[in-house]
DNA sequence: ATGAAAGCGCTAACAC
DNA sequence: GTGTTAGCGCTTTCAT
């Protein structure tokens, strides 16, 4: 158990200051005029020896930590995983680290990792909210900290934002099932005040009003498993004998949703038309397979990324937020003058 | 932004030493013999006011960080992302936070994560390897870290593990498909000389050479896009025209894979077998269901996080290895003498 | 039973 | 240009 090296031995063995090597370190040798030859000499000997800055140590000192940390729902979502993998990607090509985590929509689970993060001092912040966490995020607001949210929005936090167009999708997807001559389609969704799945909820009730057809709703809390999702899919399916088509609210819902129908030997899309809310594998590969809203995955966790960088660019310096828009968006609106919303 | 409290404040407000709080905080005030009335003056104004120890600090000065790094292939396979959840859940009980992040099977990639890891102080790590791996474990090894291997072996590296009997599984199916007449039987299999691969080929071979069959081996490179996976099984497929089934390696090659199937009309299991190794949404989904190998995930989880925790316990104390087996395991074998080796 | 103080490894203001 | 030194917030030994 060979014992760590430390600045100190460093500027020990090689008879000069701590400063000197501290300085050589952080890439300022240039500025403070330190010869080119004792640089040389340092790095090489740091080479050697394979010394490594114990970034412990450092964060404790500066307060920063190069670290990001990233709240989504469930990383086993195949959504929030591959979001996750794309902002981890692009994070470390700009030298930040992304610590991970899944709140399973637990506002205290969500609290406690908060506070775990703001322990280990994370530069910034990208969370999917759960309910009942404004207090929270409006506190590590208030710290200075930057914070991106996404997918759903709090109301009363004045965070950035991206997300797409729930609302719109739900409209959308359903007016498309009417002019295709479907009359009763019926939308599975989360049991949930989340904003997402309120503006998916009230973009499927809009449309339908406004073609006078009749809702069919039914609402699955978060925490039930998949065998649980199956049993109130299928009650419902067997009680709206009617349905011609059924909206999924999300994609796991989908999932076992597609399970339910296969079970009750219902023919897709003869007997029933379906469409899901976010991508799944399963959706591409049923047969025939299923249509699915599909989330532009890359866009958001890029708009997400930059953003939150662009913050902490910014929290260092000077807090001139000019031409902070990015090209490849659909609509941005803020409720705050200083906050950014992206909606795809 | 109000500035974060430290054990100073506390003791400064309270009018005592910070050893006093520090002791209290940590549960000694009894070993301590600190009075009940001040432990109870003491916590109470810690609560009223919201302190919160940095655990940077404490870090810091323990070398312990109650984290755990956990380094999988690629966080997006729902066979990672499961036994992810599983292990995060089940340290979280035990006091420990996850760290993750996907390795892509990439050396240099590995390392670096490997190394940010290691500057962090986490106190422990569990790893799927890639290949070439194996020095900067011992490394970690030698450093004292405990380190658990699972999914892939590493060959000279004397770390605890926990896998399953590849060679018997693919041995098994192989055997099973010969026992239903199947005689033209491929495995498309990632090109890779990590252990639980080549143990699949293998089995996959005696299995085939014990029944006077032929071989039908297809390798595919992990850095393959989906889109280039299911080009090359498509080929693969129309060029084999005598196969009567075929085993995949990974899931996600089964997830490709069945794309190329259903795209080139060919109908299971009339004109095509198929056998996935690892359990995925798509294959209980598809249509009649695909038959997966699948890997006991919660057993896997369980045992690598108590290995690991057991490991951790250890370190600080006495050396004592007895009494270190659990329950539901198959097989115990380990080459070394204080390793332990859990195959399912 | 409680307090003073050293020190974990690093950075940066301030000296020279 | 380079060195001295004061902390960052915490734990823990040693005194009292």
């Known amino acids: 158990m060979k014992k760590k090296l430390s600045i100190n031995d460093i500027a020990r063995s090689l008879n000069i200051s701590v400063t000197t090597v501290s300085f050589i370190l952080n890439g300022r040798a240039a500025e403070k005029r330190i010869s080119e030859e004792l640089v040389e000499r340092v790095q090489k000997y740091i080479a050697e020896v394979g010394y490594k800055p114990n970034s412990l140590a450092r964060s404790l000192r500066t307060g920063k930590s190069n670290t990001i940390g990233l709240m989504v729902e469930n990383i086993a979502n195949p ?3 591959n979001i996750a993998r794309l902002i981890e990607d692009n994070a470390y090509k700009n030298g930040y680290k992304i610590l991970y985590c899944s709140t399973d929509n637990d506002t205290e689970k969500t609290r406690e990792l908060i506070h775990m ?6 530069d910034g912040y990208i969370i999917a909210p759960p309910e009942g966490i404004e207090d929270d995020i409006n506190n590590l607001l208030q710290a200075g900290s930057p914070v991106v949210l996404f997918d759903r929005k709090l109301s009363g936090v004045e965070a950035d934002f991206v ?12 007016r498309h099932l009417v002019a295709k001559g479907y009359k009763n389609i019926g939308f599975i969704t989360l049991y949930s005040l989340q904003s997402q799945m309120q503006e998916r909820l009230q973009g499927y009730e809009t449309a339908l009003s406004e073609n006078q057809l009749n809702q069919h709703v ?7 498993s998949p065998e649980e999702i199956i049993k109130h899919v299928t009650a419902f399916l067997k009680r709206k004998k009617e349905l011609d088509a ?16 296969y079970e009750l030997g219902i023919n897709i899309p003869s007997d029933l038309a379906v469409i899901a809310f976010d991508d799944h594998d399963v959706f ?5 397979s299923i249509t699915a809203i599909t989330q532009p995955i890359k866009e958001i966790s890029e708009e997400v990324i930059s953003l939150l960088l662009k913050r902490l660019k910014v929290s260092g310096r000077e807090k001139n937020h000019s031409r902070w828009f990015s090209r490849h968006l659909f609509i941005i609106v803020s409720p705050f003058p200083n906050r950014h919303w992206f909606i795809f």
């Open 218 to 224: 039914k609402e699955i809390p978060y925490t039930n």
């Open 117 to 122: 993060f703001r322990e280990r001092h994370v």
């Open 163 to 174: 997300g797409i167009d729930n609302y719109g999708s739900t409209y959308n997807a359903v």
């Open 246 to 261: 059924v909206l999924f609210g999300t994609n796991y819902l989908g999932v076992s949703g597609l399970r339910a129908i």
């Open 284 to 288: 591409q590969l049923s047969n025939p």
């Open 79 to 81: 959504f929030f995983a």
